[in-house]
């Protein structure tokens, strides 16, 4: 259960790939929603720590294009309403995520990410 | 005690069955869940405010159950597909991951606000194969820095795990101290072998909550699990022994008995009954 909220914290760690590695795009994508308790406070909480782009962009790759583009000076009560479900609701179930950098494909299957590298590729 | 990582690498002693086994367990669920909470109180996070956790080899979930039922949103990590399998159907909310901690973790810096870690630690300290890359000062290394990294500043890391010796603890404190943390280690019940559990409390930065907090808590000692059990039941019994109450095993009836028994059974020479019987004799001197 890959939700957006992890995949925007999630960058490669493939050796040697330090720059460009966030955030994984999405491929091939199944997503499953599923009802999360709303919590204003979490969400405010852990809003400085996302990268907004990031997040608007990994939406749109699972079919969702309700964010506004760039990070709004105030929060409401929608707004909030709308990114928790973003953030907490959207589960991606298959598919893969691939490093922008150095095309390091990370499987998704059955809801867990292997993130699991091959030798030569441990730092 | 059992050392289960001694004997295979956990992605495959933790296989279907072991996993399920693991799990149902009433008594681990019990050990795990009591870990789990003293792992939270040592975590110190402020009350009543959201935090992001990572647990750091979730396995089937048992702390993550926890961590959801305390409010906590968490993402876990864990090396066994088996015990990730079952933690699918347990359906915990939490995020997981299937994730080699040795290899180290590729979240971005200041990511989670506190780390967990039940019995976890003792499986990065064998080497696997003799490439560079598995020895455990490089895969510890590895996880330090990277964790390190994932948390912010100010945090705390949790980490209880079971050394087999000081030089692991040595060895643990020294390569985390190198990756940049503060703190060490926290032990509960040290004079219990079997309630004894080893913390590794590590810091980010103050290690949160104010200045005071930057000391390393206190460990759990409690009198009662200093002894072992039904202990207390013995010293009683020794006690009334020493006051006299308690009625001498051996005395005049059991003779008698005995005796009687002998006789039945034909043997021969046993002493005849009379006043003296079991009585003891006069001091010679």
């Known amino acids: 259960m890959v939700r957006l909220i992890t995949h925007n914290l999630l960058a490669c760690h493939v050796k040697g790939c330090t720059s460009n590695n966030f955030p994984l795009i999405f491929q091939d994508v199944q997503i499953e929603l599923q009802e999360a308790e709303f919590n204003p406070d979490f969400v405010t909480h852990i809003l400085p720590r996302l990268e907004w782009g990031a997040l608007v962009d990994a939406a749109k790759q699972v079919g969702d294009t309700s964010l506004p583009p760039e990070r709004p000076e105030m929060m409401d009560d929608d707004l909030l309403r709308q990114l928790h479900h973003v953030l907490m609701e959207i589960h991606v179930v298959e598919g893969a995520m691939i490093c922008p950098n150095c095309k390091h494909s990370y499987p998704i299957s059955n809801g867990i990410p292997n993130m699991l590298l091959a030798e030569h590729e441990i730092g | ?285």
């Not at chain 2, 506190?114 to 510890?140: F, K």
């Open chain 2, 1 to 285: 005690m059992s050392r289960p990582e001694l004997q295979a690498p956990p992605e495959i002693y933790y296989g279907d069955s072991e996993a399920k086994k693991y799990t149902t367990s009433t008594r681990n669920q019990q050990i795990q869940a009591d870990m789990t909470y003293r792992a939270l109180e040592l975590l110190n996070l402020p009350p009543g405010e959201p935090a992001f956790l990572l647990d750091i080899g979730c396995g089937s979930g048992l702390s993550g159950e926890i961590l959801d039922e305390e409010g906590y949103v968490w993402a876990g990590v864990d090396i066994a597909p088996s015990m990730l399998e079952v933690a699918l159907e347990r359906e915990i909310e939490g995020d997981l991951f299937l994730q080699d901690i040795g290899q180290g973790f590729g979240f971005r810096p200041g990511s989670f606000d506190g780390a967990i870690s039940i019995s976890v630690l003792q499986w990065l300290l064998n080497a696997e194969t003799s490439h560079p890359t598995s020895s455990p000062p490089h895969r510890l290394n590895r996880f330090f820095t990277t964790l390190h990294t994932a948390l912010r500043n100010p945090s705390r890391a949790i980490l209880q795990f079971y050394p087999t010796s000081d030089d692991q603890i040595q060895l643990l404190t020294s390569i985390a101290q190198k990756a940049g943390f503060g703190g060490g280690i926290v032990v509960d019940y040290p004079n219990s072998k079997k309630a004894k559990k080893v913390f590794l409390c590590l810091f980010v930065g103050g290690g949160g909550g104010g200045q005071q907090q930057q000391q390393l808590p206190e460990g759990l000692a409690c009198e009662e699990d200093e002894h072992a059990r039904f202990e207390r039941r013995r010293e009683t019994e020794k006690r009334r022994n020493r006051s006299g109450t308690r009625k001498a095993l051996k005395d005049r009836d059991w003779i008698l008995k005995k005796k009687e028994l002998y006789r039945q059974r034909g043997k021969e020479g046993v002493p005849r009954d009379s006043k003296y019987t079991g009585r003891k004799r006069k001091a010679v001197f």
